[in-house]
């Protein structure tokens, strides 16, 4: 081990800093997070860092003037920040003498401690370094473990703190104790504090320690938005709960490429729709999510796009309330953000649209239930999710309510994905497009004058991937 690793106490303890720049002002900042009584010495101040001091008037000082060498006494610890070689080595070799730690920027070989790079969730700290090697791989490496570690994980240390005495109490024995927060620190009371429910995650935790016998063995459900397509486009929330269930309920509009992320022990549960072959009723995948749940295990009920946009997510979970099983909602992106920013389409834009309506093409008695008066307003941009099969309806229709048969419209087949194809025409020709191109599920619709911008935005061009689609199951036309 080339450096010893520690967290250092600087509660109240004197601190120097030699510079005034904007290096200092880093050293700075993270000195008076840590409660350090901060002294800096340099000529000139740099603004913020002049900010900065007023914010901590009782916690730092200011001495207008060069660094003197009986500067060094008296300190617990020291930065040498100046962009002078010869002061900071001055620093560096006085501090050395009087056996004070000390950092200097930019000199590796000058610094009896460095500093690492650091995920912050308060009271949780995580120090990368790699001893000096390579300061890029290790921010490198801080960034890999701040996508992976929850926001609220510091949250979880303070409330663990909190009951530390009472579990204590509660196990005398180390051993049991262990168990216990090592039970606890991975069921449902981390995931309520995750979720931002800190108050039903104490009252769990109250329960657990003075009526055990009462706490639930139920599980619970994630109903998750996995978004279009693009697997890059998950959430890190969705991503995490993927990777923590026992059991995973999709269906066919989650890319192939997106379940490959999930846990690979979870047992998995396909509940898709195929065209006329309707694999498990809604009915049936509220009753399927209860079960589940009911048998303890933590279930992932993974949906495209975002849950709450035509994808019937409300209903699963109204089911869930009924039924006193604990769930929660994670959004995702939804086809009409990922498929309009993909195929370079804003959906509003000050020229064009000034409003957009997410409608639902979907055919019902061979029509669609919508009020094509509104819809056919100008200045807005309206997308339809499941259109294809219904599209010479909603091209009639809307020619028939008064939009200009000539407006531009798209279809964006396996939008986000590598299979993306954008289809641009009218208003007019959008039925025949379909026909020519051999457009198949699932497709998007956005008409409006917004489409236009296409020609000018499109940026996303991916090389198509070998297989046919993206999807979990091959898609009929019919959505
Ligand atoms: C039942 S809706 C589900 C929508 C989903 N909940 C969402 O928020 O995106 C299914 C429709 O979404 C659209 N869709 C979903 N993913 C798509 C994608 N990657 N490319 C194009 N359209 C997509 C299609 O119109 C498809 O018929």
Known sequence: MKRYPMFMCLQNRPCLVVGGGKVALRKAESLLQSGAQLKIIAPQLD???????????HQATWQAREFQDQDIAGHYLIIAATN??????????????????????????????????????????????????????????????????PSSCGQLAAITEEYRDQVKQRFADPEQRKQFWEQTLRGPFAELVYAG????????????????????????VYLVGAGPGDPDL??????????????????????QSILDMASQTAERIYVGKEKANH?????????????????????????????????????EIETLAENGIPFQVVPGIT??????????????????????????????????????????????????????????VISRELIKHGTPSELPAALIEQGTTRNQRV?????ASLPELVKQRSVRAPTL????????????LQWYQPERHVAASEFSRNLEPQE
């Not at 619709?445 to 000018?456: A, C, N, Q």
């Open 47 to 57: 603004h913020e860092l002049a900010d900065l001091l007023n914010q901590y008037t």
């Open 84 to 149: 002078q070689r010869a002061v900071n080595a001055r620093v560096a070799e006085l501090a050395d003498q009087q056996q004070i730690p000390v950092n200097v920027v930019d000199n590796q070989a000058a610094c009896s401690f460095i500093l690492p790079s650091v995920v912050d969730r308060s009271p949780v700290m995580i120090a990368v370094s790699t001893g000096g090697a390579s300061p890029v791989l290790a921010r490198q490496l801080r960034m890999k473990l701040e996508t992976m570690i």
């Open 197 to 220: 429910n800190s108050q039903a995650a104490r009252q769990l935790l109250d329960e657990m320690l003075t009526q055990p016998s009462r706490v639930s063995t139920v599980g619970e």
């Open 234 to 255: 998950l959430t890190f929330r969705a991503l995490r709960l993927m990777q923590q269930a026992d059991v995973m309920v999709y269906d066919r509009l989650v890319a």
């Open 279 to 315: 694999a498990v009723p809604q009915e049936g995948i509220n009753a399927l999510l209860v079960r589940l749940a009911k048998q303890g295990k933590r279930v992932l009920r993974l949906k495209g796009g975002d849950p709450f946009i035509f994808g019937r997510g409300g209903e």
């Open 335 to 392: 086809a009409a953000s990922g498929c309009a920013s993909y195929a370079g389409i804003p959906l509003t834009h000050r020229d064009y649209a000034q409003s957009c309506t997410f409608a639902t093409g979907h055919l019902k008695n061979g029509t669609i239930d919508l009020d094509w008066e509104k819809l056919a307003q100008p200045r807005q941009t309206v997308v339809f999710y499941m259109g294809l099969t219904g599209i010479e």
């Open 423 to 427: 289809h641009i025409g009218t208003l």
């Open 445 to 456: 619709t956005i008409v409006g004058e917004v489409v236009k911008l296409h020609e000018k």
